[in-house]
């Protein structure tokens, strides 16, 4: 597993679902170049959420252009099938929603097996302590602030309670990231919340200028945790 995983500090992931995918290559260079901290990759299978995004031969062939971190959102029905498929693409850190797994302490074990970071996630409809009974188990846990399935979407506020809640239960070695409808004037509050690893498309690859529009990111979020 990739040590600076589990750094802490405030962290930028750009969301490569509003980049242009015919120009992704590109795209990526320029947050890496610019000082992106991790990539976010939006893995959706259509049963879900109801929309279709990357796959593995995708992340397989950005991983030779990139150092990014490869963080991996998997919003499939079934991600102990395909995890192992992600981890030999390429991704560092794969993240399961807790609302399709069973058995999570298997499927965290299944995923250390890999080497890859495990996170843990939830929709904003999943109360926050179905997620308890893992939470002392993986490196990072997210918290969805709007319904999986598309960029662009507000910022729904009650994640704020959720991450407060969550961050009263982790470790310093322990990340906190949040995603969706994350932009200036939500990252405040997010990061208030205890966010510290900040997921962000449509803030970033929708702006005429991506890299500046990271840096007015990671300045307010950096403002915001004092
Ligand atoms: C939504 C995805 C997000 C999405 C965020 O289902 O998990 O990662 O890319 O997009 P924005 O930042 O536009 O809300
Ligand atoms: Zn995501």
């Not at 992106?36 to 992340?59: K, R, S, Y």
């Amino acid at each position: 597993m990739r040590t600076d995983l589990v750094e802490p500090g405030i962290r930028i992931a750009p969301s490569v679902l509003a980049a242009d995918f015919a120009r992704l290559g590109e795209h990526v260079g320029i947050v890496e170049a610019g000082g992106a901290d991790l990539l976010h990759l939006d893995v959706m299978d259509g049963h879900f959420v109801p929309n279709l995004t990357i796959g593995p031969p995708l992340v397989k062939s950005l991983r030779p252009h990139s150092k990014l971190l490869f963080d991996t959102h998997l919003m499939i029905t079934d991600p102990m099938k395909y995890a192992p498929i992600f981890a030999r693409a390429g991704s560092d850190l794969i993240t399961f929603h807790i609302e399709v797994v069973d058995d999570p302490i298997h499927m965290i074990e299944a995923l250390r097996s890999l080497d890859v970071g495990v996170g843990v996630t939830l929709n904003p409809g999943t109360a926050v302590e179905r997620i308890w009974p893992v939470v002392d188990r993986v490196d990072m846990v997210l918290v969805m602030s709007v319904n999986p399935g598309f960029g662009g979407q507000e910022f729904i506020e009650a994640s704020l309670d959720k991450l407060r809640a969550i961050r009263s239960r982790l470790r310093p070695d322990q990340r906190l990231e949040v995603d969706g409808g994350i932009n200036g004037e939500t990252v405040a509050r997010a990061v208030a919340a205890g966010a510290d690893t900040l997921v962000a498309g449509s803030a970033i690859f929708a702006r005429p200028d991506p890299v500046a529009a990271m840096n007015q990111l990671r300045a307010v979020a950096k403002a915001a945790a004092g």
